[in-house]
């Protein structure tokens, strides 16, 4: 209560309340624009730092299964960025699951782009040699420098699936396997010494963990480190599926495939490997 010059009391105004206040309610452009914002997050976050990637075949097994869907890490294996010098980079190790760019393209076994001309395929595979190590494997173990390899993850070699040219490589020229790429015919000699495959400087050599069913570094050669994209962080999600089912196409095929998923996602989803994490 406040007095007038006149002395006569005078109500003083009630203090505006929250509901009072008039509410701001955002516009159509500032929603787009909200948006817009998330979207390029989202963008920013799938090309440059991670990416999903489904297994499409058995060449990893029992590693990985045919519809496991991976998140890719793409920063820790990428070449050193000065513009981003707070993440942590290192080089690839033996012993890596690698997502990587196949080197070659191989008519009748690569599927082409969308406009005909060669894809080069993504691939998962296991780093095996490091550039300058010698490899060689006698009944299917893995021996680099002279070293046996200690691999528990992959397929036991056994005197029903032994293979000289899968199991005692490099003994078998890879000419002599038709699934093996041209270039690498050519190419493979120089590589060998005393026996051994010798990797060159800034290369790769990567096998599957299901030897005896993976088109791998035996059959193409090796990987170039610029092809190398990450490695699998974790496991989001794995659903049951045959690699004839993930390797047809066609918008047929993709709407029956959505129905499947739709109607078989709770029994036919390995929830046990849901967020696995690979270390």
Known sequence: M?????????????????????????????????ICAVLVVLLFAQTLIAQNFVI?????????????????????????????????????????I????????????????????????????????????HIHLRNGMVIVNGVAQSQPYAQPTTPENFSEFLDDFPSVPPGDIQETAESWDVAF???IQNGDLVVPPGHYFMMGDNRHNSLDSRFWGFVPRANIIGRPLFNYWSFKASEEEYGQTGVGHKF????????????????SRTFHVFH
């Open 98 to 133: 690698v997502v990587f760019r196949k080197p070659v393209y191989q008519p009748g076994i690569d599927a082409p782009g969308a406009d005909g001309t060669p894809h080069y395929t993504t691939l998962v595979k296991r780093l095996i040699g490091l550039p300058g190590d």
């Open 189 to 191: 000699p120089k590589y």
């Open 256 to 271: 029956a495939w959505m129905f499947h998923v739709a109607t078989h996602f709770f029994t036919d989803t390995r929830w």
């Open 2 to 34: 406040t007095k007038n010059k006149s002395g006569a009391a005078k109500k003083s105004a009630p203090a505006a309340t929250g509901s009072d206040q008039e509410k701001v309610e955002e516009t159509p452009f500032e929603a787009i624009a909200s």
């Open 56 to 96: 499409p075949s058995g060449s990893m097994e029992n590693t990985l299964l045919v519809g496991d869907h991976l998140v890719v890490d793409q920063i820790t294996l990428a070449p050193p960025a000065s513009w981003m010098p707070l993440i942590r980079y290192r080089e690839p190790r033996r012993g890596d």
